[in-house]
């Protein structure tokens, strides 16, 4: 079974670019997860999904982030215009809702801002 | 601010030894989750604990959960340099999907 997929692993790109990131879950999963890893803040919650619909979005930082999912098999974050403290890595996770259940992630994108 | 801290925020052991590292978080929960990262790749879950449990095992891990303190430990038994990497607890709440996870530990097995 494969695991969650994540579109480009490294992206780097200037300074007002456009960034769009996307993420495949698992097969069956009704939970998506858009988590972002800094040293300085660790991993945030961005937003999540729980059958294709946005339920928390507060740990969205700024307007500037975007988050889709229009079907169950794809995801995308935007960044725009993206900012060199954007630069993180950013995962994706997709979990079964019922019952807790352990998050599967995805290896994540680098993502660097000049 | 975040739920979990995890203490220490780094340790390095000889292989065979036994690591032990600490979760302390803020409100109630409706179970703990640990998880590993190794260096460049993303989280794997580790063991879960719900608020209801004391202790669960799982191979060479062992999980204790003290909601009186609220706290939970993670013990890796015979450690191995493989084990070498971030571990991390995540906590929810109930009525809530959302998993709010802890700053890690950073463990070094040296072989």
């Known amino acids: 079974d494969a695991g969650v997929i994540q579109s480009p692993r490294h992206e780097v790109t200037e300074m007002g670019q456009e960034v769009t990131l996307r993420c495949k879950p698992i097969?069956?999963?009704?939970?998506l997860f858009w988590y972002r890893q800094t040293m300085m803040r660790g991993l945030e919650l961005l937003i999540y999904?729980?059958?294709?619909?946005?339920?928390?979005d507060s740990g969205m930082p700024e307007d500037r982030f975007s988050a889709k999912m229009p079907n169950a098999s794809f995801s995308t974050l935007k960044i725009q215009p993206s900012e060199p403290r954007d630069s993180a890595v950013y995962f994706c996770a997709s979990s079964s809702v019922d019952s807790p259940q352990p998050q599967h992630f995805g290896d994540g994108t680098r993502l660097s801002i000049l | 601010s975040q739920q979990g801290e995890e203490d220490p925020q780094a340790l390095s052991i000889q292989e065979g030894e036994n690591a032990t590292m600490n979760c302390s978080y803020k409100t109630s929960i409706n179970n703990l989750q640990w998880y590993r990262q190794n260096s460049g790749r993303g989280l794997v879950h580790l063991i879960l604990?719900?608020?209801?449990?004391r202790e669960k095992h799982s191979g060479r891990l062992r999980v204790t959960l003290d909601t009186s303190k609220k706290s939970s430990s993670l013990l890796i038994t015979a450690s191995r340099a493989a084990d070498t990497a971030s571990y991390f607890c995540?906590?929810?709440?109930?009525?809530?999907?959302?998993?709010?996870f802890g700053t890690g530990t950073r463990l070094k097995v040296l072989a």
């Open positions: 097969s069956g999963h009704n939970s």
């Open positions: 999904f729980n059958n294709n619909v946005p339920i928390d």
């Open positions: 995540a906590t929810s709440t109930s009525g809530t999907y959302k998993y709010i």
């Open positions: 604990i719900r608020s209801n449990e």
